[in-house]
């Protein structure tokens, strides 16, 4: 049992709106570091579909996604990822054909076959939560505590990159958020080969234990090469 509000919008909607607005990400072009994180995750977790969500006021807006050909945007109450961003930790149905979220439209998912969703909403700075990391399946599955705690450090990633990318760009620096995007998708790509080469080895990651605390561990050097760059914007100003 998921322990779910009883409506899709929380009480904060409107300071979680707003924040969601400055970050200026709602309905943008893809970028290569957003589509490096899903490509990640569906090969670490062994699943055809991963999504990166921002949940605006009417619509879930697609960052990023892998799996799901040509989908950019649908109807808030027909996404899971709106009900993700009501938890602090990871929500997660591991057969949605016998448990379905009550909040949610169950008929979208059923159409694209989805069997399995499992999300971690995206915690800015700020406390509030602007949309989701997902991945999916069109078969049941159990999700180990270990892929949670994983999916977590993805999300987190995530929203500190939404937050870098929003300072560079604020300052009319696209140029060097091009360059830091480079670095980070070159961290990530390296971390996709290894995943698929312990796939081939080991057959799944998924359940592999080991393996799960070994790509936290790598996955904190990602983390430290954002939070050198946050410095830059959030260090305070000497006198």
Same mark, same amino acid.
């Given at each position: ?50 999504? *990166? ?31 993700? *961003? ?17 909040? *949610? ?56 990159? *939404? ?77």
């Amino acid at each position: 049992m998921h322990d779910l509000p009883a409506s899709l919008i929380p009480a904060d909607d409107a300071a979680r709106l707003r924040s969601l607005h400055q970050y200026n990400i709602l309905n943008t072009t893809p970028e290569l570091i957003f589509d490096a994180y899903v490509a990640l995750a569906a090969q670490l977790f062994n699943v055809p579909v991963s999504l *990166i969500s921002l949940v605006d006021e009417q619509e879930v807006f697609f960052k990023a996604g892998t799996g799901l050909p040509g989908l950019e945007r649908v109807a808030r109450p027909d996404s899971l990822c709106s009900a993700a *961003i009501l938890q602090q930790e990871v929500l997660a149905y591991e057969n949605l054909a016998d448990e379905g979220c009550g909040l *949610i439209n169950p008929y979208v998912a059923k159409a694209a076959g989805l069997q399995f969703y499992a999300g971690a909403a995206l915690r800015m700075p700020d406390g509030n939560h602007i949309g989701s990391f997902c991945v999916m399946g069109r078969v049941p599955r159990t999700m180990s505590a270990g892929e949670r705690e994983l999916l977590m450090v993805l999300a987190s990633l995530t929203s500190l990159t *939404i937050e870098l990318r929003q300072h560079y760009l604020a300052q009319g620096r696209p140029a060097d958020w091009e360059t830091v995007q480079r670095e980070l998708q070159e961290l990530l790509h390296d971390e996709a080969a290894l995943a698929r080469y312990l796939t081939s080895r080991l057959g799944t990651m998924s359940g592999n234990t080991g393996e799960q605390a070994s790509t936290q561990h790598r996955l904190l050097g990602l983390r430290r090469v954002l939070e050198h760059h946050l410095v830059e914007f959030t260090a305070p100003l000497s006198n």
